[in-house]
């Protein structure tokens, strides 16, 4: 078995894709190719800080309050990852703009997961502006990180067909259902050695599969 990538999960809340993580590569995971080396929240009163400390797994908080610049907040996160010995930076609900140096120190370690098919709908409330747009497919992105918002090479992303009688929260619930199942998939492959950058774009080797089928929706009547 090859050595875990030793990675480092940032939060600001309710964490339910850090409990997917969890369930997919914490502590009760025989030959898990992940390791959580440390879960740190901005927020001291997040809830996933209690489903990582459950869990077994060591947390942080490091509250963006008590400093006076980015830089410096930057600056203890980045002591705080390295303290934990994690390669490897996965944002799960961090909800903090991180500096161009964080950014461009973690390159290709860091990376976000996104409710909307980027590069549409990047920034807040995504699930009312997609119903608002009127399109008739949403869904989320996993991504590397670059500076701009929500913007960066796409690792793998989930589609969520819109239903007519969707609102804000029916939607938002099956594309987070959607999430806890991409995020892990796309931290696998890249644990694997499977996951490439080339430029701005992602290429993904090895035994991966990709759907055949074309979606419409709506779908046409049934014959
Ligand atoms: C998720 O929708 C994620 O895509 C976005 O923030 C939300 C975090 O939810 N970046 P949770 O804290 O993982 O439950």
Request: hydrophobic share 45%; aromatic share 4%.
């Amino acid at each position: 078995m090859a050595v875990p990538l030793r990675v480092a999960v940032l939060i600001s809340g309710r964490g339910s894709n850090l409990q997917a993580l969890i369930d997919a590569f914490g502590p009760k995971v025989a030959d898990s190719p992940v390791k959580i080396a440390l879960v740190l929240s901005n927020r001291p009163d997040a809830p996933g800080l209690e489903r990582a400390a459950k869990a077994g797994l060591k947390t942080e908080i490091v509250d963006h309050k008590a400093f006076q610049s980015r830089e410096d907040f930057d600056v203890a996160v980045d002591r705080e990852i390295r303290a934990a010995g994690a390669a490897f930076v996965v944002m799960a609900g961090f909800m903090r703009l991180l500096t161009a140096q964080f950014v461009t120190t973690w390159k290709d370690k860091l990376v976000n997961i996104h409710p909307a098919l980027l590069p549409s709908f990047p920034g807040l409330h995504t699930h009312k502006r997609a119903l608002e747009a009127g399109v008739r497919f949403h869904g989320a992105t996993v991504h590397f990180v670059r500076q701009d918002t929500d913007s960066g090479p796409i690792i793998a992303q989930s589609l969520v067909a819109v239903r007519p009688d969707d609102t804000e929260e029916t939607l938002a619930a099956r594309v987070l259902e959607s999430e806890h199942r991409l995020y892990p998939l796309a931290l696998r492959l890249i644990a694997q050695g499977q996951v490439q950058v080339e430029g701005e774009r992602v290429t993904v080797s090895g035994a991966t599969r990709c759907p055949e089928t074309v979606l419409l929706n709506p779908m046409p009547p049934m014959a």
